[in-house]
């Protein structure tokens, strides 16, 4: 770990050999090329001489950038191994992964994968579960990897909103056929003509419990992306109904 107080006192204690790295180092965090991490330790848990550690660094996506298309994850090779831990944000699920292998000499994708199995001797070793993925670039890795990746709503948090979405769409398309008096001399044939015997002389109530739901529901959905994405949808049970009743 370093600080520019520290960088610029081993710059001057260096030899003439080590002078260009420490200048060049100081240099790229000048230009914020090179980014330099405070790390706090507990305490109860400082390091030792000689101790070698494992520090884990955690990034929280904003909720405001979930609504980007594809996100990319740079791995590079080192003299060490490399882990990656990545979790999708609360609510959220993967929904596109793909590994490019990248020739570093022409900058060129030599492999692209969307799926994978871990064999034994491969230079990066993904593992996939339900709320993460796990990433291991083996030391000296001839060549750069890309992983592009994207997050969506759970299933556990859409399911709801687009059920009563639907039962909504249905709900106004029979407040609609209801008041169609060609559609109902000619009903006996169709199976939802039960139901719209139900709604008929009843279309008010209906429109009422319509627009209620209509406006209140998509204010009840946490997940913003699913909250941004259905609210427009839900005006169209509304449209639906008005039309209904002005018939």
Not at 72 to 99: G, L, R
Request: net charge neutral.
């Amino acid at each position: 770990m370093h600080t520019m107080a520290l960088l610029r006192g081993k710059l001057r204690k260096a030899q003439n050999s080590e002078k260009k790295y420490w200048q060049e180092l100081i240099r790229d965090v000048d230009e914020h090329k090179v980014f330099l991490l405070w790390i706090k330790l507990p305490h109860s848990r400082k390091f030792y001489r000689n101790e070698i550690r494992v520090v884990t660094l955690d990034y929280e996506t904003d909720i405001d950038d979930i609504e980007k298309n594809d996100r990319f994850m740079e791995f590079h090779a080192s003299t060490y191994e490399v882990f990656y831990v990545i979790s999708p944000p609360s609510d959220f699920e993967f929904d596109k992964t793909e590994i490019q292998t990248i020739d570093p000499s022409t900058l060129k994708v030599i492999k692209m994968e969307t799926s994978w199995v871990s064999k034994k001797g491969e230079p990066y070793y993904f593992k996939q579960s339900q709320n993460s993925i796990s990433v291991r670039i083996r030391p000296n890795s001839p060549n750069q990897y890309l992983f592009v990746y994207s997050f969506k709503p759970s299933s556990t948090i859409t399911t709801f909103p687009y059920i009563v979405l639907g039962l909504l769409i249905l709900g106004s398309a029979l407040v609609l056929l209801s008041n169609m008096e060609p559609f109902l001399t000619n009903c006996d044939g169709v199976s939802l003509c039960w139901l719209i015997n139900h709604v008929d002389g009843k279309q008010s109530d209906f429109a009422l419990a319509i627009f209620a739901a209509s406006l209140i529901i998509p204010r009840l959905i946490r997940n913003v992306e699913v909250r941004n994405l259905l609210k427009f949808w839900y005006i169209a049970p509304m449209i639906i109904t008005t039309i209904g009743l002005f018939l």
